[in-house]
C-alpha cells in the first residue's frame, strides 16, 4: 500500500463479515442490531456458536474414594433440588429446570429441607452400596471419561429417583408415581467391575484400552438415549412425557453438562473474528452470501501480544479493557480435563467440605495437589481454561479464526449486552462482491457523518472482487471514496 498505509495482512487487524441488516437495519428481531451506527460487537455464549463442540474438553474423573463418595452425594444433592423445581413447573416449562452443579449442602435454604437430603442421602447411598461402589472407582487404573462417567450415572439414577420418592411420598411432598420397574441388583458395581478387569484381558481390538472403554460406554448410552424418543413416540401427551423424560432418562447427562459448566471455569462469551477476509468461503458462510461486509478493526501490541479495546464489560469502569487477541489453536481432540482437580469456581471452604473430605472427616489425596503450590494451581487452571476456549477442531481450520473472550468470576454472564469500541478502532470496511448499491450507500453516509463529527481523514473503504488471472478472491481500495472534511 502507498502512502504510508499498513497492509490488510500485516497482522494488525481483525475482520468480522456482518449482514447489510446487522449492520444498519432496526428490526431487533429479525437480525437488525444498528452495529454500526452504535459501534457494538456482539459476544456469543459459547453454547450459540456454530460449533457444537464450542468449549469442550476431554473430560476425566480420577479420584480417590473420599472423592467418589463425595461424588455419589453431590448427585443425590443435585437431584433433589431440581426435582423441587420440577414437581412444582407445568409440563410445557420443564425446560426452565436447570440443574444446579455449583449446590452444596450448606446453600439448601431450610433445615428441614437439609434433613430431607440427608435422609435421602442416606437411603440411595446405602441402596447402591457407595462406599464399596467408590473403592472400586477409586482402583481402576485408567480414569473415567465422560461417556464412562455418563454411563456409571445412569445406572445409579433408578436407584436414586426409587429412594427419593419413597422419601416424598412418605413426607406427603409428592403422589407422583414413578413409571419404572426398581433393580434390586446392583448394575453400577457389576459394571464398574467389568471396567477394572478389561485393562488385563487380551486386547479384542487394536485400539488403546482406554479409548476401547469410552466406545462400549457410548454405545450403552447411546441406547438409553433412544429411550426419549421411544417414549415421545408412544406418548398420547407431549408435553407431559417430555417432562417425565427430563427426570428419568435426561437428568444424568444434565447433570454432566451441569457439573462441567458450574463447576470449573469462570463464564465466557465470545466475538468472533479472522485474520484475513479473502476466503470466499467465509464470506458465503458469515457475510451474508457475499451480501454483506467486512468490518477492519485495527489492534494495538504490547510486546508479543495485540490487545483490543471494548466498553461496556461487566465490572470494567468507564475506561473499558483492553482483551487479549487469541489465535485459535486448530486440532483433532479437545484439550483435556482433570475434573476433579479443576474445579476452580468453589470457594476453597466449599471445594474442601464438598468434596475433598469424606462424612468421616478423611481427606482426598487430591487436595494438596491444589494447596501444596496454590498459585501454581492457579495459574495452571486459568490456563487451561483458556486452552479450552481458544481450541477448534481441524475441520474448521480455513477460518483462520481469532477471537476476543469475554470472561469474569464477578458475575454468570460477563457481557449480556453487546460491547462498544472506539470509532478510532475501526480501520474500514470491505464491501462484498454482491452487496446492493444501496447498502453501500447507506455505510457510506453513516461513515461520512462519523468521520465529520470526529475530524477523521483515513477511513477505508474496499471492494471485494475475483480476480481471473490470479484465480481467487481480492480486494481492491477505494481510494476515490473520500470526505471533504473542512479544516
Keep these: 500500500m502507498s502512502g504510508g498505509k499498513a497492509s490488510l495482512d500485516s497482522g494488525e487487524f481483525l475482520f468480522r463479515f456482518r449482514s447489510a441488516e446487522a449492520l444498519l437495519g432496526d428490526d431487533f428481531e429479525n437480525g437488525g442490531f444498528q452495529e454500526l451506527e452504535k459501534q457494538t460487537i456482539y459476544f456469543a455464549r459459547p453454547e450459540s456458536l456454530n460449533d457444537p463442540m464450542e468449549g469442550l474438553s476431554d473430560t476425566f474423573w480420577d479420584g480417590d474414594q473420599v472423592l467418589w463418595e463425595n461424588l455419589f452425594r453431590h448427585y443425590a444433592l443435585s437431584l433433589i433440588w431440581y426435582c423441587g423445581t420440577w414437581l412444582i413447573l407445568e409440563p410445557h ?3 426452565q429446570a436447570k440443574v444446579s452443579a455449583w449446590l452444596t449442602e450448606k446453600d439448601l435454604p431450610t433445615s428441614s429441607f437439609r434433613a430431607l437430603y440427608r435422609d435421602f442421602c442416606s437411603a440411595f447411598c446405602a441402596e447402591i452400596e457407595s462406599t464399596e461402589l467408590a473403592g ?14 455418563t454411563a456409571l450415572l445412569f445406572h445409579v439414577h433408578q436407584a436414586a429417583l426409587s429412594q427419593l420418592f419413597r422419601l416424598l411420598k412418605e413426607n406427603n411432598l409428592s403422589k407422583f408415581e414413578l413409571p419404572i420397574e426398581r433393580h434390586c441388583e446392583n448394575t453400577a458395581k457389576a459394571m464398574v467391575s467389568c471396567w477394572g478387569e ?7 481390538v487394536d485400539i488403546p484400552v482406554e479409548d476401547y472403554l469410552e466406545d462400549m460406554a457410548s454405545i450403552g448410552n447411546r441406547v438409553s438415549r433412544q429411550l426419549e424418543l421411544g417414549m415421545l413416540t408412544r406418548s398420547d401427551n407431549i408435553a407431559w412425557a417430555q417432562k417425565t423424560i427430563a427426570l428419568i432418562v435426561r437428568f444424568p447427562e444434565m ?8 463447576l470449573h471455569f469462570a463464564p465466557w462469551r465470545v466475538a468472533c473474528f479472522s485474520r484475513n477476509c479473502v476466503n470466499a468461503s467465509m464470506w458465503g458462510t458469515y457475510g451474508s452470501e457475499h451480501r454483506g461486509a467486512a468490518l477492519i478493526f485495527r489492534t494495538k501490541q504490547r510486546g508479543d501480544k495485540r490487545f483490543f479495546r471494548v466498553n461496556g464489560m461487566t465490572g470494567t469502569g468507564a ?6 487477541v487469541h489465535s485459535i489453536k486448530y486440532r483433532k481432540q479437545p484439550p483435556p480435563l482433570d475434573c476433579f482437580l479443576e474445579m476452580g469456581m468453589l470457594p476453597m471452604g466449599k471445594l474442601v467440605d ?3 473430605k469424606s462424612v468421616s472427616g478423611a481427606t482426598s489425596v487430591r487436595l494438596r495437589e491444589v494447596t501444596d503450590d496454590i498459585e501454581s494451581w492457579r495459574t495452571k487452571h486459568w490456563r487451561n481454561g483458556l486452552e479450552r476456549a481458544t481450541w477448534k477442531h481441524t475441520d474448521w481450520k480455513h477460518e483462520d479464526e481469532q477471537r476476543l473472550i469475554a470472561s469474569t468470576a464477578l458475575t454468570n454472564d460477563p457481557a449480556p449486552e453487546p460491547l462498544n469500541y472506539n470509532f478510532s478502532q475501526l480501520e474500514g470496511i470491505v464491501f462484498g462482491m454482491r452487496m446492493s448499491s444501496e447498502d453501500k450507500m447507506r455505510i457510506s453516509n453513516l ?25 481467487e478472491m481480492c480486494l ?10 473542512a479544516d
Design 447 to 471: 461513515i461520512e457523518k462519523k468521520c465529520r463529527a470526529e475530524g477523521r481523514r483515513d477511513f477505508r473503504f474496499f471492494q471485494a472482487y475475483y480476480s481471473p488471472s490470479k484465480g
Design 136 to 149: 472400586l472407582l477409586a482402583s481402576q487404573s485408567v480414569p473415567l471419561r465422560r461417556e464412562r462417567f
Design 476 to 485: 481492491a481500495e477505494l481510494g476515490l471514496l473520500k470526505f471533504g472534511i
Design 354 to 356: 464438598t468434596w475433598m
Design 255 to 262: 447433570y454432566v453438562d451441569a457439573f462441567l459448566q458450574d
Design 198 to 204: 478389561i485393562p488385563f484381558r487380551p486386547p479384542a
Design 319 to 324: 475506561q473499558g479493557i483492553e482483551l487479549d
Design 93 to 95: 416449562k420443564i425446560g
